[in-house]
Structures are given as structure tokens and as C-alpha cells.
């Protein structure tokens, strides 16, 4: 069993920058592919980014070029970097680590408030 803390949200003014973290406890991180999703009000659950364990990244496109996903095997974490922050990234973002069907485990949720 997998245990996700995650941290780093906050309120940030627009164009500011923000850094969520997901840490996990365990011993099968390196495996499972890692995925940060976030869900504002009033609307659908959206992947936002992913990096496998081979390293290749994805992107949704309201947010290419402003987040950065990376993850750090021997730390047990995965990571995005929120660049240029915009009102409408305003959100809960959660992390998800899975490789089905064995693996599927999400973290509490961590809320991102960006407003002036």
C-alpha cells in the first residue's frame, strides 16, 4: 500500500508561481507512472500532467509552457512547477500514482487559489 502526502498549494497572485509536491511512501514509486489532476469548481475532474517512469511528459494545452512536471525516483516524489499562475488555474490539484491494475492511489487533494 501506497501513502500520498501532498503540499505546496496556496493563494498566489496572478503571474506568480507555486510548487506542488507529492511525496510516497513505499517501495514501488519508480514503477507507477505519476499524475498531477485538479478539479475547479464546478467542473470535471482534468488531467493536467503526467511523466512516466521513462521520463516522457505530457501536458494539457492551457497549461504548456507554464508547468513543469518532474519526478525524483529516490526521493519518492513527483513535482509541478506552476509558472505564471492564472486565474483560471484556480483548483484542487491532485496526484495520482498508478499502473493498472495493481496500483491506483491518489493524494488528498491540495487547493490552489490564484487571485489578486
Known amino acids: 500500500q501506497v501513502q500520498i502526502v501532498e503540499s505546496g498549494g496556496g493563494l498566489v497572485q496572478p503571474g506568480g508561481s507555486l510548487r506542488l509536491s507529492c511525496a510516497a511512501s513505499g517501495n514501488v514509486f519508480s514503477t507507477l507512472g505519476t499524475y498531477w489532476y485538479r478539479q475547479a469548481p464546478g467542473k470535471q475532474h482534468e488531467l493536467v500532467a503526467f511523466?512516466?517512469?521513462?521520463?516522457?511528459?505530457n501536458y494539457v494545452d492551457s497549461v504548456k509552457g507554464r508547468f513543469t512536471i518532474s519526478r525524483d525516483n529516490a526521493k519518492k516524489a513527483v513535482y509541478l512547477q506552476m509558472n505564471n499562475l492564472k486565474p483560471e488555474d484556480t483548483a484542487i490539484y491532485y496526484c495520482n500514482l498508478r499502473r493498472i491494475p495493481e496500483h491506483d492511489y491518489w493524494g488528498q487533494g491540495t487547493q490552489v487559489t490564484v487571485s489578486s
Open positions: 511523466i512516466t517512469t521513462l521520463g516522457i511528459t
